[in-house]
């Protein structure tokens, strides 16, 4: 079983900082492993993606912004946020991701039907940046 979930969400004003982690387990490393967020409607955007090798990918939206790093003896992930914006704001979900690199997943722009064929995930975790 793959099991995933987020902490580190919360409220923070425009051009603030915020860390997510996540809790992974039952993974292999055929697997990335990605920050999702879905902000309205049922999509779920990619935002930021690592695999066994540490080799990482970003959402042009992020990218200079974010910073996904993970602890692969303690079966930790995280998303480091600086200089968040308005926009930024969503609920933001870990993922794990059979096959595709870290620049798919993070490139990845999943519809909520979809999404339990692209991977698994975490419960969420909202984001909330003000202005």
């Known amino acids: 079983q793959v099991r995933l979930r987020e902490s580190g969400g919360g409220s923070v004003q425009s051009g603030g900082s915020l860390t997510l982690s996540c809790a992974v387990s039952?993974?292999?490393?055929?697997?990335?492993l990605g920050w999702f967020r879905q902000a309205s409607g049922n999509e779920r955007e990619g935002v930021a993606a690592?695999?066994?090798?540490?080799?990482?990918g970003y959402a042009d939206s992020v990218k200079g912004r974010f910073t996904i790093s993970q602890d692969i003896a303690k079966n930790t992930l995280h998303l480091q946020m600086d200089s968040l914006k308005p926009e930024d704001t969503a609920m933001y979900f870990c993922?794990?991701?059979?096959?595709?690199?870290?620049?798919?997943?993070?490139?990845?722009?999943?519809?909520?039907?979809?999404?339990?064929?692209?991977?698994?995930w975490g419960q969420g975790t909202q984001i909330t940046v003000s202005s």
């Open positions: 039952g993974y292999t490393k055929q697997y990335s």
């Open positions: 690592i695999d066994s090798d540490n080799r990482t």
């Open positions: 993922a794990a991701v059979p096959r595709l690199s870290a620049a798919a997943v993070a490139g990845a722009k999943i519809p909520g039907e979809e999404s339990g064929d692209f991977g698994y």
